[in-house]
C-alpha cells in the first residue's frame, strides 16, 4: 500500500527533517534528537521499500548504505575534522564551546554536517565509528532525490554512473567535498529551472531554499556557490526580470545562517585564537606578480582526467544544444568559481605547491561534476522537446 505523496513532497521532508536534527541537536533536546531520528529513518524506510521510484535509484542508496555500514573511515581530513566534531557533539553537552576543540579539527569550518551525523548516535547513546558516517551520507539523500528526478530510463542510469565516476569514495569515507558537488549541482539545476523554466515554481523554491541553507553551512566553498547562485538571481531580477521580489528575499536568506556562521566565527578566532589566518592578501599581491604561480594553479587543475573530461563534454555540446539560457548560466557560474578559487591558492599562507597537492582535487569536484552533469541533463532536455 503506497501512502499518498509525490516526489517534491518526499524531497522536501528530507530536507526539513534534517534542518530540524541540527536545530533540536543545537538545543540538546534528548527526546526530540530521538525522535527526529526515528523519523528520518522511518521516512528512508518508506522510500526505500514502499515509495513508487525507480528501482534502480533505490538499489543504489541501498548499496551505498551497506557500503558504508561495512567499511572503516581512513581519509585523515574524514577523521581529524568531520567525524571527529561527530565525536566532540556526541560528548560536549554545550557543542558552542568551539574554544576548546583542537585547532587541528578547525573549530571555525560550517558544521552542519557533523551536527546531523550526531543525532544518530547521540540517539543509540553509545559511540560507534560506523553511525556518523552513516549519518554523513544520510545528507546526500534529497539532492540525489531531485536530481533523480530529472532523468529518466537510460538517462538515469547515467547520471549514477556519472555521480559514482566522479565522486566514487566520497559517497563513503566521511568527507564534505563530496556533498558540496552534489548540493550545488542541485542548486544550479534548480537556479536554472526558477530564472528560465516555471514549472514546479513554488516547489522548487522551497527545495532551492532548503538545498542553500545545507549547502552553505557545509564548508566555506559552499557559501562561495551559494553567494554565486545568489548573484545570478540578483541579476536576473535587475537586468532581465526572470523573477519576482518575493522568490529573490527568499533566495537571499537562504545565505543568511552560513554569514551569520561566517561573522560568528570570525569573532571567536579573534577572541580565543583559535587558527591562524590561511591567506593574506600580501601572499596574493607578491603571487600575482609572478606568472609562473598561476601557472603551477592552472597545471594542477589540468592534471585531473576527470575535469578535463568535463570541460571538453560540456564545451563539445555547447554549441550543439540548443538551450544557450543553460549553457551560459552553468559557464558563467562555474568560471566565477574557477577565478576565486584561483585567487584563493594564490592568497594562501603555506608553500602553494603542497596546497595544490592536498586539496586541489578535492575543491574542482563542484566543477567536474557540474559539466558533466549538465551537459547530460541538457542533453536530456533537448530530447524531451522533440
Keep these: 500500500m503506497y501512502f499518498k505523496i509525490n ?45 513508487r521510484i525507480n528501482i534502480i535509484f533505490k538499489i543504489f542508496i541501498f548499496l551505498l548504505i551497506l557500503i558504508n555500514l561495512s567499511t572503516i573511515t581512513t581519509s585523515w581530513d574524514a577523521r581529524s575534522i568531520w567525524l571527529f566534531k561527530t565525536k566532540i557533539f556526541f560528548y560536549e553537552e554545550n557543542i558552542f564551546n568551539f574554544h576548546k576543540h583542537p585547532q587541528f579539527s578547525h573549530p571555525t569550518y560550517p558544521f552542519i554536517a557533523p551536527l546531523f551525523a550526531s543525532t544518530f548516535v547521540k540517539s543509540l547513546k553509545f559511540w560507534n565509528e560506523i553511525f556518523p558516517k552513516i549519518g554523513i551520507f544520510f545528507l546526500y539523500l534529497p539532492p540525489l532525490m531531485f536530481l533523480s528526478s530529472k532523468f529518466k530510463k537510460n538517462y538515469l542510469y547515467a547520471f549514477l554512473s556519472i555521480s559514482l565516476f566522479v565522486q566514487g569514495k566520497y559517497f563513503i569515507n566521511g568527507e564534505i567535498d563530496g556533498l558540496i558537488s552534489i548540493y550545488f549541482l542541485t542548486s544550479l539545476i534548480l537556479t ?60 537571499m536568506l537562504s545565505v543568511v545562517p552560513s554569514i551569520l556562521w561566517l561573522l560568528y566565527s570570525i569573532k571567536i578566532n579573534n577572541v580565543y585564537q583559535l587558527n591562524d589566518s590561511s591567506f593574506g592578501l600580501e601572499n596574493l599581491i607578491y603571487r600575482l606578480n609572478n606568472f609562473d604561480n598561476l601557472m603551477l594553479i592552472v597545471s594542477f587543475f589540468l592534471s585531473d582526467e576527470k575535469f578535463l573530461l568535463g570541460i571538453l563534454l560540456f564545451f563539445v555540446f555547447f554549441f550543439k544544444t540548443n538551450n544557450k539560457d543553460l549553457n551560459y548560466l552553468t559557464l558563467t557560474i562555474l568560471s566565477l568559481y574557477f577565478i576565486i578559487l584561483v585567487m584563493i591558492y594564490l592568497s594562501t599562507n603555506f608553500d602553494l605547491s603542497w596546497h595544490l597537492q592536498s586539496s586541489a582535487n578535492r575543491v574542482i569536484k563542484p566543477l567536474t561534476l557540474s559539466f558533466i552533469v549538465i551537459t547530460l541533463y541538457n542533453i536530456n532536455l533537448n530530447k524531451l522537446k522533440k
Design 192 to 251: 536554472y529551472e526558477i530564472i528560465f523554466n516555471k514549472h514546479d515554481q513554488k516547489k522548487n523554491i522551497i527545495i532551492i531554499f532548503f538545498n542553500n541553507i545545507i549547502l552553505s553551512l557545509l564548508k566555506f566553498e559552499g557559501t562561495v556557490l551559494v553567494l554565486l547562485t545568489c548573484f545570478m538571481f540578483f541579476i536576473h531580477f535587475i537586468f532581465r526580470k526572470k523573477i519576482n521580489s518575493k522568490t529573490l528575499v527568499l533566495i
Design 7 to 51: 516526489l517534491s513532497q518526499l524531497i522536501i521532508s528530507f530536507y526539513f527533517l534534517i534542518i530540524l536534527s541540527c536545530i533540536t541537536m543545537l538545543l540538546n533536546f534528548e527526546l526530540l534528537i530521538i525522535i527526529n531520528s526515528l523519523v528520518f529513518l522511518f521516512t528512508l524506510i518508506y522510500l526505500i521499500f514502499f515509495f
